[in-house]
């Protein structure tokens, strides 16, 4: 039975999954997901000094390696104060990373930041900062950042949980203590916010002093003892299943193996998660996949039933590949190849409008038609 997680799309269309649960809806598919998208455009550029990586950067903020992207995007029509306009959560991959916003008030854009908005009175766009950061010029040794946004809607708790990871300074205490899993490098954390027009977020601490995580931060998806999550646990994508379950489509990164591979999680209330037996699902030597060094979640779609479509990445250069799957254990590749628009490091953001779909991606937005029932 699907829950009552849907919107519409429309005067007189058809209810679809809500795009804020962030499992998009394609189950009027009537062909395949194009592998062309028919538009692609940036609409991520650096324009303010955070956004630009400190790590061994005596320079800052001029110079410095240029990672910025990782969107995701929600449509503020939930909680407080909706306002119906739509909210893009960057950041970049390096040190001195927060989390940014933008806004635009459709899903075309213009997205502009906060900073950047009429009557604004902020000197940054951040949302989220991390705490090492100096707006005078943080230290170029200094690793510390907050990355890799993911955006839900939860209507449980009237809130939305924006998901990101961290760097964790405690990683040695970590390692050596019993009790936590893995060697804790990277982790994923939980913000959460009733408001998105006045986005006051608060990341989910322990009420104790940690000295295990930096910060006193919650680690919601740690590290593992198992090898393929044992060194970091970060760029997560997270989504409401059209069952209510919720789902981590997660990236691990290994200690000593070429690269990242990728598994699942579910949870009942998207704070505590259980990793699905077998993982990692996407990694060399699966039948659904090719050979790589390295594997990324990207982004699922449902298909209708049981079924749904799962895209990730492959190759350090990212090369989308389209999938379709029932149990998320197992998977059948599209025998067209990969997606033609570019994949990105970290996740994909979907966004259905019509007979269109959106796909967030990096500094770009990709829109690719859709072939549905018409009537």
Same mark, same amino acid.
């Given at each position: 039975?699907?829950?009552?997680?849907?919107?519409?799309?429309?005067?007189?269309?058809?209810?679809?999954?809500?795009?804020?649960?962030?499992?998009?809806?394609?189950?009027?598919?009537?062909?395949?997901?194009?592998?062309?998208?028919?538009?692609?455009?940036?609409?991520?550029?650096?324009?303010?000094?955070?956004?630009?990586?400190?790590?061994?950067?005596?320079?800052?903020?001029?110079?410095?390696?240029?990672?910025?992207?990782?969107?995701?995007?929600?449509?503020?029509?939930?909680?407080?104060?909706?306002?119906?306009?739509?909210?893009?959560?960057?950041?970049?991959?390096?040190?001195?990373?927060?989390?940014?916003?933008?806004?635009?008030?459709?899903?075309?854009?213009?997205?502009?930041?906060?900073?950047?908005?009429?009557?604004?009175?902020?000197?940054?766009?951040?949302?989220?900062?991390?705490?090492?950061?100096?707006?005078?010029?943080?230290?170029?040794?200094?690793?510390?950042?907050?990355?890799?946004?993911?955006?839900?809607?939860?209507?449980?708790?009237?809130?939305?949980?924006?998901?990101?990871?961290?760097?964790?300074?405690?990683?040695?205490?970590?390692?050596?203590?019993?009790?936590?899993?893995?060697?804790?490098?990277?982790?994923?954390?939980?913000?959460?916010?009733?408001?998105?027009?006045?986005?006051?977020?608060?990341?989910?601490?322990?009420?104790?002093?940690?000295?295990?995580?930096?910060?006193?931060?919650?680690?919601?998806?740690?590290?593992?003892?198992?090898?393929?999550?044992?060194?970091?646990?970060?760029?997560?994508?997270?989504?409401?299943?059209?069952?209510?379950?919720?789902?981590?489509?997660?990236?691990?990164?290994?200690?000593?193996?070429? *690269? &990242?591979?990728?598994?699942?999680?579910?949870? $009942?209330? =998207?704070?505590?998660?259980?990793? %699905?037996? @077998?993982?990692? !699902?996407?990694?060399?030597?699966?039948?659904?996949?090719?050979?790589?060094?390295?594997?990324?979640?990207?982004?699922?779609?449902?298909?209708?039933?049981?079924?749904?479509?799962?895209?990730?990445?492959?190759?350090?250069?990212?090369?989308?590949?389209?999938?379709?799957?029932?149990?998320?254990?197992?998977?059948?590749?599209?025998?067209?190849?990969?997606?033609?628009?570019? *994949? &990105?490091?970290?996740?994909?953001?979907?966004? $259905?409008? =019509?007979?269109?779909?959106?796909? %967030?991606? @990096?500094?770009? !937005?990709?829109?690719?038609?859709?072939?549905?029932?018409?009537?």
């Amino acid at each position: 039975m699907l829950l009552l997680l849907v919107g519409t799309v429309g005067v007189g269309a058809a209810p679809r999954l809500d795009n804020n649960l962030k499992c998009v809806d394609l189950s009027d598919l009537v062909g395949p997901l194009p592998l062309r998208a028919v538009a692609s455009r940036v609409i991520l550029k650096q324009s303010e000094d955070w956004e630009v990586s400190s790590y061994k950067n005596p320079r800052w903020p001029k110079g410095g390696h240029r990672s910025l992207g990782y969107p995701t995007v929600v449509q503020n029509v939930h909680g407080q104060n909706p306002d119906g306009r739509l909210y893009l959560y960057y950041a970049h991959h390096d040190p001195m990373s927060g989390i940014g916003c933008a806004v635009a008030k459709t899903i075309d854009g213009p997205y502009v930041k906060l900073a950047d908005l009429p009557g604004s009175k902020r000197k940054h766009s951040r949302v989220l900062t991390v705490p090492n950061y100096r707006a005078s010029g943080p230290n170029p040794d200094d690793p510390s950042h907050f990355s890799s946004p993911c955006v839900v809607w939860n209507a449980k708790e009237k809130l939305w949980f924006m998901y990101f990871h961290y760097f964790n300074h405690f990683h040695g205490a970590w390692t050596a203590d019993a009790k936590s899993p893995g060697e804790g490098w990277q982790m994923t954390a939980l913000a959460t916010c009733a408001d998105l027009a006045k986005n006051n977020w608060t990341i989910w601490k322990t009420p104790r002093p940690s000295t295990v995580s930096v910060w006193d931060i919650v680690p919601v998806l740690p590290t593992t003892d198992v090898a393929w999550m044992k060194s970091a646990s970060s760029y997560h994508a997270i989504q409401r299943l059209p069952t209510g379950q919720w789902l981590a489509f997660m990236r691990g990164t290994p200690t000593r193996h070429p *690269g &990242p591979t990728v598994g699942f999680a579910s949870s $009942r209330d =998207g704070r505590s998660w259980k990793h %699905f037996l @077998g993982n990692p !699902v996407i990694a060399p030597g699966k039948t659904w996949t090719q050979k790589a060094r390295e594997y990324r979640p990207a982004f699922i779609g449902w298909l209708g039933g049981k079924k749904y479509l799962v895209a990730w990445s492959e190759h350090a250069n990212p090369h989308v590949i389209y999938s379709t799957t029932t149990d998320f254990k197992t998977f059948e590749r599209d025998p067209r190849g990969y997606a033609k628009w570019q *994949g &990105p490091d970290g996740l994909v953001s979907p966004w $259905r409008e =019509g007979n269109h779909l959106y796909l %967030f991606a @990096g500094q770009q !937005v990709h829109k690719l038609p859709l072939p549905v029932r018409t009537k």
